[in-house]
């Protein structure tokens, strides 16, 4: 395909995601009605959604509109591409630009699309986030890097730079986490990768590496992850801690995957029931990474950051004041309860811990960890939380 064909096809995806469906869904269902598309072709046009997506506000006042043409015209205006080097630029290629089209626009955009927020959620963003506010909104408008963690159960960091490298792979050590390594180029070819089937790497983003690397870990504690997902956090704490670590997900699905993982890294992962987690009770630390809005992750997933609602944000905060206090009714006296989200707001970090606290005057809070969304990593918070 060329250029400009691609571009062609994103608008036609792009306009499919603004009705409604999810951007994963509909790129998907092109692959598989365009099989002429190489893989090339698909990575470009998966990029220029994800691009558009991250900056949608941004892009419509830029392109004068809101469908899916004006968006990637405000792409092409923003990245400084002459729009007519494909708008009408041969066979498949988007029609030319009408002269309204043309005329670069010049409306300014409001705080709230000038960050590509909603406008609900900026006052929010602005009072979590203080000065940082718009810059930390920028960063969420464009890709972020691929972080690879070494498992240290089975390598070092250097013999898996090595192991990539012989498969293409370049990375980098980063330099926040001794675990972490920073994808240089062809990061398509991590998944199908032998150190990947070897278990020498996960993917997983440097903030929770950082966050795992903070944890008070030693073996032979009994160390509980509450809200385990599919692992990532739970597989990154065995390797640091040498032993076993127990896994627990409200939704059991959830965690298909983290027998296979577990065999795969050479860890021991007990996963839980939410019936048997009473009889396993106490733990010496429980890791509760709350369900959130993932605001520190919305370069990843940026059509979340147009799904969220003040509702929906509320639900969140009631599901976590649950979920803190589930986890401490799990801790062993003497424990320690550590309380994550993905997540930049307020209202889903210091307010929600600050609240269990007050109800729960035994426990004290330690100074958290925060991470914003930056070059070098996604946006993070957590707490270590101990009881007198
Ligand atoms: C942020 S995700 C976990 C990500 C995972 N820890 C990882 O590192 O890959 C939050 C998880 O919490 C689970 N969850 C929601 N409510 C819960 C509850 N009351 N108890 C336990 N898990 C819950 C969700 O099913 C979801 O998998």
Not at 77 to 104: I, K, Q, S, W
Request: with cysteine; net charge negative.
């Amino acid at each position: 395909m060329t250029p400009a064909a691609r571009y062609a096809s994103a608008i036609a995806i792009l306009d499919i995601v603004l009705a409604g469906e999810p951007a994963e869904r509909a790129l998907t269902n092109w692959a598989r009605a365009n099989r002429f598309a190489g893989s090339g072709d698909r990575a470009a046009i998966r990029d220029h959604v994800y691009d558009v997506l991250r900056a949608r506000r941004s892009l419509a006042v830029a392109g004068g509109g809101e469908d899916g043409r004006a968006l990637i015209l405000g792409l092409l205006r923003r990245d400084g591409t002459p729009p007519e080097a494909v708008f009408g630029a041969g066979g498949h290629a988007p029609a030319a630009l009408t002269p309204e089209e043309a005329e670069a626009n010049r409306t300014d955009p409001t705080p709230a699309q000038a960050a590509d927020l909603p406008d609900w959620l900026w006052p929010i963003w602005q009072e979590s986030l203080g000065d940082d506010a718009m810059a930390c909104a920028v960063m969420q408008q464009h890709r972020a890097g691929l972080h690879l963690r070494v498992n240290l159960s089975r390598t070092t960091r250097q013999v898996a730079q090595d192991r990539l490298r012989a498969e293409g792979i370049a990375t980098l050590p980063h330099p926040d986490v001794d675990t972490g390594l920073i994808v240089q180029d062809n990061p398509r070819r991590v998944a199908g990768s032998h150190a990947f089937a070897d278990g020498v790497i996960e993917v997983q983003d440097a903030a929770s590496q950082i966050a795992m690397a903070a944890l008070p870990l030693s073996p032979g504690l009994r160390v509980l992850d509450l809200c385990a997902g599919g692992g990532g956090k739970a597989l990154a704490m065995a390797d640091r801690m040498k032993s076993s670590v127990f896994a627990h997900d409200i939704d059991p699905r959830r965690m298909t995957d983290i027998a296979p993982r577990a065999i795969r890294a050479g860890v021991q992962i007990k996963t839980l029931s939410t019936q048997a987690l009473q009889g396993a009770a106490p733990f010496d630390l429980v890791l509760v990474d709350a369900p959130c809005s993932g605001s520190g992750t919305w370069r990843r997933t940026p059509d979340a950051k147009w799904r969220l609602t003040d509702e929906r944000l509320h639900e969140l905060n009631a599901i976590q004041a649950e979920v803190i206090a589930q986890g401490a009714s799990l801790c062993a006296p003497g424990g320690a309860l550590a309380y994550a989200t993905c997540s930049v707001l307020r209202d889903e970090n210091d307010a929600i811990v600050e609240a269990f606290v007050a109800q729960n005057p035994s426990w004290h809070a330690q100074a958290p960890l925060r991470l914003q969304p930056s070059t070098q990593h996604d946006g993070f918070y957590m707490v270590v939380l101990r009881r007198n």
